[in-house]
């Protein structure tokens, strides 16, 4: 009897050599690129989504990058100033930790700054993110965006819709073939930690309430050696 591809057993040691692979990959790629391009910048993320990461990746094909494992990426730059690749890089060692990569390009860093100090792209949030705002569905009939927009400017909810928001703590009810919130509810307050109930209801009114974001923190000129924090340059 054939055995059972479920039953198949992955040693430690072949997902250990692959682990090692791809951090010696990374190690080996962030430093090429120092060598390649003229400026490193550290940036964090707010939001993640890897559909707009490579929406980035392609608008800057000439560019190169990584968001991987931090502790790689800085053994790779160099954490001390006796470790480091090249002159200062080790300065970008503290920009190193969370929701961060890196970016090399060669082109000019006011035109990358000015570039993503204006670039966001809106989702619907997940949970366990922060809600931005709060969001407050009158009583009365329901419409599809939940008093989003004018009433002139919207349609009523289908009433195929009531069980699934039963489901999700809405008190709603049938009336006249028309779904009828009891009450004012109060989806989500803002600055609260949103659950997979909330998240699910945002969504079902079309409420886009995340922001992805790339922050530039500081960069690194292979020209000078020199570090600029982009905070400071704001001021």
Known sequence: ???????????????????????????TNVRES?????????????????????????????SRLFFGKTKVMAKALGATPEEEYQPNLSQLR??????????????????VLSH?????????ARAGTEAPRTFTIPAGVLYSR?????VEE????????EPALRALGMPVSMVKRQVVLDGDYEVCRQG??????????????????AEFRLLML???????NEVKEVDAMEE
């Open 34 to 62: 120092v060598d390649k391009y003229q400026y490193l910048f550290v940036f964090s993320v707010e939001n993640m989504r890897n559909t707009y990461l490579k929406e980035v990746r392609t608008e800057f094909g000439d």
């Open 154 to 161: 919207d349609v009523p909810l289908p009433h195929s819709r």
């Open 1 to 27: 009897m054939p055995r059972s591809k479920r039953a198949k057993v992955i040693t430690l040691s072949k997902t250990e050599k692959k682990g090692k692979e791809l951090n010696t990959r990374l190690f």
């Open 94 to 111: 503290k920009h190193l930790v969370g929701n961060v990569g890196l970016f090399f390009t060669s082109q000019p860093p006011e035109q």
């Open 218 to 224: 500081a960069y690194w000129s292979a020209a000078t």
């Open 146 to 150: 939940g008093g989003e927009v004018p």
């Open 192 to 209: 609260e930690v949103l659950d997979s109930r909330q998240t699910r209801l945002l969504k079902a009114f079309g409420v886009v309430a």
């Open 116 to 124: 993503f100090a204006s670039y966001n792209r809106t989702d619907y």
